[in-house]
């Protein structure tokens, strides 16, 4: 397994922390209120659940402005989608709230044509690379590691999301962003090429 999936998908980036009161509604209660168009559960998903939600969509944008502004659209498309939403116990808010902020991503950047960028690269010789030890990469902060995510072309980085994150198999990454699945293989082994380097460098300029 690549070294990075042990470290990104326990932090899930979760760059803004809400606080949430002992008096909060449950997750249920929560979601039958925005589904009845109340304020004051619109209002506490929100504040619940938007530095998730921001974060997860810095991790598809990359540009903390387009987030924020992807942020804004998904949650009117929740709010205005909660009679799709079935409950299937605690977890299951905000595993189908992630679901339709990654799908919100998705379409942002399918209309900004900014998945093609990384296609023209794909006939580029695959050079080999090292992983950092996990060790070693375990020491470099959320933050950091965000950032050299939010660097990638747009194509490495969503393949990227999509297989380590998000969990799809490159059959499926290959339906979701209208490619093959030999483009979404070439992409990823970019990917994680591209981060392996920014660490190795990261670990040497601070010397670990």
């Known amino acids: 397994m690549f070294f990075l999936c042990s470290i990104f998908v326990p932090v899930a980036f ?16 929560l979601a039958e209120g925005c589904r ?17 939600m921001l974060a997860l969509c810095q991790r598809y944008v990359g540009s903390r402005e387009e987030a924020e502004d992807l942020l804004h659209d998904g949650f009117l498309k ?15 808010l905000r595993a189908w709230m992630e679901r339709v902020m990654v799908n ?14 990384s296609a023209a690269l794909d006939a580029l010789p695959l050079e080999a690379y090292d992983e950092p030890e996990p060790e070693q990469a375990e020491q470099i902060p959320s933050q950091v590691l965000q950032r050299f995510i939010s660097e990638l072309p747009a194509g490495y980085r ?14 499926e990454i290959a339906q979701i962003l209208g490619i093959n699945e030999k483009s979404s293989a070439s992409q990823l082994t970019r990917a994680k090429a591209t981060l392996a380097a920014k660490v190795r460098n990261w670990i040497k300029r601070n010397g670990l």
């Open 78 to 92: 929740l709010y205005a989608s909660f009679d799709k939403f079935a409950w299937r116990g605690d977890g299951s």
């Open 158 to 171: 969503t393949v990227f999301n999509l297989y380590v994150l998000e969990d799809k198999s490159h059959k």
């Open 36 to 52: 009845r168009g109340d304020n004051n559960a619109r209002r506490e998903l929100y504040e619940r659940y938007a530095g998730r």
């Open 14 to 29: 979760l760059s803004v922390y809400i606080r949430v009161e002992k008096n909060s509604m449950g997750e249920q209660e």
């Open 104 to 117: 919100e991503a998705l379409q942002y950047l399918r209309r900004n044509d900014v998945l093609n960028q």
